[in-house]
């Protein structure tokens, strides 16, 4: 069963920016497209960004530009390089397969407040 955590979250003022990482357990990791998702309170999970196996990452218009998505398959850790954050972007964020299938880890919170 693949274990997901999540790190790098924080508070951060609006216009800055965070990387976060995601390692995944498990020597499946590498077959398969990886996501990172989003929670926002009193809203649904959404989905950020898609990195394919062969590295091709596809984003949400609402982080477009100002996110990207990379994996390093030797560590089986996806990371998201978040800039000129705003405070719409506040949400507990989650990586999980494309499908959405593995179990969800912790999570890390992202505050963007001034």
């Known amino acids: 069963q693949v274990h997901l955590v999540e790190s790098g979250g924080g508070l951060v003022q609006p216009g800055g920016s965070l990387r976060l990482s995601c390692a995944a357990s498990?020597?499946?990791?590498?077959?398969?497209?990886m996501s990172w998702y989003r929670q926002a309170p009193g809203k649904q999970r959404e989905l950020v960004a898609t990195i394919s196996r062969g590295g091709r990452g596809n984003y949400a218009d609402s982080v477009n530009g100002r996110a990207t998505i990379s994996r390093d398959n030797a560590k089986n850790t996806v990371y998201l390089q978040m800039n000129f954050l705003k405070v719409e972007d506040t949400a507990v964020y989650y990586c999980?397969?494309?499908?959405?299938?593995?179990?969800w880890g912790q999570g890390t919170q992202v505050t963007v407040s001034s």
């Open positions: 999980n397969n494309d499908l959405a299938n593995w179990p």
């Open positions: 498990g020597s499946i990791f590498n077959l398969n497209a």
